[in-house]
């Protein structure tokens, strides 16, 4: 078995200087691996279709910290005009590469640009937007109030007047639905047709309450048709969020919440919701 990461590190190790990085973590190194996983996951692909039918069918979209398409790609099959913005260059190639068999209207109506989503306006200029939205809990890459402040205020200025925001994160309070003790779980296999191999992905997650952070060890087994294996390990850090905290931070960037869900099935949110959906509008 060969490594590609360090297997032994510590959580806290080097916390200093992860805060001083880019708004999200690194996810070029596991970019191919994220996509194979995440590719049978459909969470969300209903609430954020219907979110963009009722901003029309011309409506400018925008989804912040897009990844390799995994929202993003069914909206442009759906008709709608989309533009997809992340950090990580590896990401992005992905999300490209799953137009190159798509129709000349839907590569037409698609967009993938590399920025910074406390800084939308150095990507986008003075572009405005009538859907923009952070799904699946990227936003919480963001360590800090202030670049979780800097972030908001940046998505209002390309929030076109009569636009809506949508910021999608997990409900801290449903401890139950993320465990966070430590231990290794086994979360699934895929298979990489690039190697002709299957990847094994393990997760270890470790909460750190008074810092309201969970911080994640990714494991993924790559096992060859020759029976060697490759593991590569990455970690990152999400800073949660409770619901009041979340509020208040998006009145203060300048927004007015229209609705908040516990669900991606519209449900009101309640004791025991797994998500905080906030839509919202300019305030």
Same mark, same amino acid.
């Given at each position: 078995? *060969?490594?590609?990461?360090?297997? !032994?590190?510590d959580? #806290?190790?080097?916390?200093e200087? #992860? ?8 996810y070029?190194?596991i970019a191919?691996?994220y996509d ?5 996951n ?6 954020f279709?219907?979110m963009?039918?009722?901003a ?10 897009c ?8 909206? !442009? ?5 989309? *533009?997809?913005? #992340?950090l990580?260059e ?12 798509a129709?000349?209207? $839907?590569r /037409?109506?698609a ?9 939308l306006?150095?990507t986008?200029?003075k572009?405005?937007?009538d ?9 919480q ?7 979780? !402040?800097?972030?908001?205020q940046?998505?209002?200025?390309h $929030?076109a007047?009569?636009?809506?925001f949508?910021?999608? $994160?997990?409900?801290p ?7 966070s ?5 086994y979360t699934?296999?895929?298979y990489n047709? !690039?190697?002709h191999? /299957?990847?094994h *992905?393990?997760?270890? *997650?470790?909460?750190h309450?008074?810092? /309201?952070k969970?911080?994640?060890h990714?494991?993924? #087994? ?7 294996v ?8 999400l ?5 009041f905290?979340? /509020? ?11 609705d ?11 004791e025991?919701?797994p998500?905080l959906l ?6």
């Amino acid at each position: 078995m *060969t490594f590609d990461g360090d297997l !032994l590190e510590d959580p #806290d190790q080097d916390d200093e200087e #992860d805060e001083e990085e880019a708004a999200v973590d690194n996810y070029d190194r596991i970019a191919y691996y994220y996509d194979l996983e995440y590719s049978r996951n459909h969470q969300g692909l209903r609430f954020f279709h219907e979110m963009a039918r009722r901003a029309g069918t011309k409506a400018r979209i925008l989804e912040v910290a897009c990844g390799s398409g995994r929202v993003s790609h069914p909206l !442009l099959m759906a008709g709608f005009k989309v *533009t997809g913005l #992340d950090l990580s260059e590896e990401m992005l190639k992905l999300a490209r590469k799953k137009l190159e068999g798509a129709s000349e209207d $839907v590569r /037409q109506r698609a967009r993938y640009v590399q920025g910074d989503m406390r800084d939308l306006t150095a990507t986008l200029g003075k572009e405005e937007f009538d859907l923009i939205f952070i799904a699946i809990n990227s936003f919480q890459h963001l360590r800090t109030q202030a670049d979780q !402040l800097a972030c908001l205020q940046s998505i209002r200025k390309h $929030v076109a007047p009569a636009g809506r925001f949508i910021i999608d $994160v997990f409900n801290p309070e449903d401890k139950e639905s993320y465990p966070s003790d430590g231990r290794m779980e086994y979360t699934g296999a895929s298979y990489n047709p !690039l190697n002709h191999s /299957q990847v094994h *992905t393990f997760l270890s *997650t470790l909460a750190h309450p008074a810092e /309201q952070k969970r911080v994640y060890h990714y494991f993924y #087994d790559e096992t060859y048709p020759d029976g060697s294996v490759k593991r590569t390990v990455n970690r990152f850090i999400l800073r949660y969020l409770y619901r009041f905290e979340l /509020q208040l931070l998006l009145e203060r960037a300048g927004f007015s919440i229209e609705d908040l869900y516990g669900s991606y099935d519209f449900e009101e949110y309640g004791e025991g919701s797994p998500k905080l959906l906030y839509v919202c509008r300019r305030g």
